[in-house]
């Protein structure tokens, strides 16, 4: 048996909780190199307890929806941004904290050109792009020490698209 939880689009207003949305939207904040490059500014609180902040490149295998989410993760010593480098949109799930445990899981899609930022302990899944290549850098923590709770759930979730089955 499992519970259902439909997908949402990504927007900064419904995934504020969680983190941050990071996209070139609207009026850059500066113009930069000669009035040819257009400067979005400082749009993710990045905050690491005990280490550094790293970029690492991962290459995820790509998902399918209905998705079977099982297990959630949470990362209390740092931030996790996530910039996809190719086109593809990615599938997004956090769950806000339940007195040390997840509470009920949302699922966002982002859109081409979209990546996210993770505040410190929020809880997530695991990296989930729905096209190959999957690739993605990632900025997190870099330090002494696990940084890593995982959860796994009694009754796994099934993550549907809005409107679909």
Do not use: K
């Not at 910039?83 to 966002?108: I, K, N, Q, S, W």
């Amino acid at each position: 048996m499992s519970r259902s939880i439909v997908t949402e689009p990504l927007t900064a207003a419904g995934f504020a909780p969680f983190g941050d949305v990071l996209e070139a939207e609207g009026t850059p904040d500066r113009i930069i190199n000669q009035g040819l490059c257009g400067r979005y500014h400082d749009l993710a609180r990045l905050e690491f307890d005990g280490g550094r902040a790293g970029i690492s490149l991962f290459r995820a295998e790509p998902r399918s929806l209905p998705y079977t989410l099982d297990m959630v993760e949470r990362h209390p010593d740092g931030a996790q941004a996530f910039l996809p480098m190719t086109e593809h949109g990615f599938l997004v799930v956090v769950a806000p904290d339940d007195g040390g445990r997840p509470g009920r899981p949302r699922a966002f899609l982002t859109r081409p050109g979209q990546g996210i930022n993770l505040y410190r302990g929020t809880w997530h899944g695991v990296l989930t792009p729905l096209h190959a290549p999957g690739l993605f850098a990632v900025v997190d923590r870099i330090g002494d020490g696990p940084n890593l709770e995982e959860h796994w759930f009694d009754t796994p979730y099934r993550v549907a698209p809005e409107g679909g089955t």
